[in-house]
């Protein structure tokens, strides 16, 4: 079995604040896209520190419970209006990077931002808290 790391509600906020200040140090954002189901608590911690009103979720899922799904049977499915260099796409992790990879197609101006970022996916993040291995993360929500 695969080793798992824990990461505790006050950890993942404490982390979350820490992408907040690299975001509060590069430019004005207006506008959060969380990718649901989790970019959605980093997303709301984002808009309240960085004071963004604007937000709107992107339903995506690239997983069956554990299993990854094909390319081709990835749903996605967003209403979020005009996504510009001033906006946040958020998840929680970028683990293969497949996620981003494919919403950049639709939002190449947007700057891509998670909390924590396997090696695999790094190339498709533009701004991230933590580096992680390659395990399988437990996050709180998760227990």
């Given at each position: 079995?695969?080793?798992?790391?824990?990461?505790?509600?006050?950890?993942f906020?404490q982390?979350?604040?820490?992408?907040?200040q690299?975001?509060?140090?590069?430019?004005?954002?207006?506008k959060?896209?969380?990718?649901?189901?989790?970019g959605?608590?980093p997303?709301?911690?984002?808009?309240?520190?960085?004071d963004?009103r604007?937000n709107e979720a992107?339903?995506f899922s690239?997983?069956?419970?554990?299993?990854?799904?094909?390319?081709?049977?990835?749903?996605?499915?967003?209403?979020?209006?005009?996504?510009?260099e001033?906006?946040l796409?958020?998840?929680?992790?970028?683990d293969s990077?497949?996620?981003?990879?494919?919403?950049?197609?639709?939002?190449?101006?947007?700057?891509?931002?998670?909390v924590?970022?396997?090696?695999?996916?790094?190339?498709?993040v533009?701004?991230?808290a933590k580096?992680?291995?390659?395990?399988?993360i437990?996050f709180?929500w998760?227990?």
């Amino acid at each position: 079995m695969t080793k798992k790391i824990y990461i505790g509600w006050a950890e993942f906020h404490q982390h979350t604040k820490e992408l907040c200040q690299k975001l509060k140090s590069d430019k004005h954002y207006n506008k959060i896209i969380a990718v649901s189901r989790g970019g959605l608590i980093p997303a709301g911690i984002l808009a309240y520190e960085l004071d963004i009103r604007n937000n709107e979720a992107i339903n995506f899922s690239s997983y069956d419970n554990d299993e990854k799904r094909k390319n081709e049977d990835i749903e996605f499915e967003a209403h979020v209006g005009e996504v510009d260099e001033n906006t946040l796409v958020v998840d929680d992790l970028a683990d293969s990077g497949r996620t981003f990879e494919v919403l950049r197609k639709y939002y190449p101006k947007a700057t891509f931002v998670t909390v924590y970022v396997k090696e695999k996916g790094a190339a498709q993040v533009d701004v991230y808290a933590k580096d992680m291995p390659d395990e399988w993360i437990v996050f709180p929500w998760d227990i």
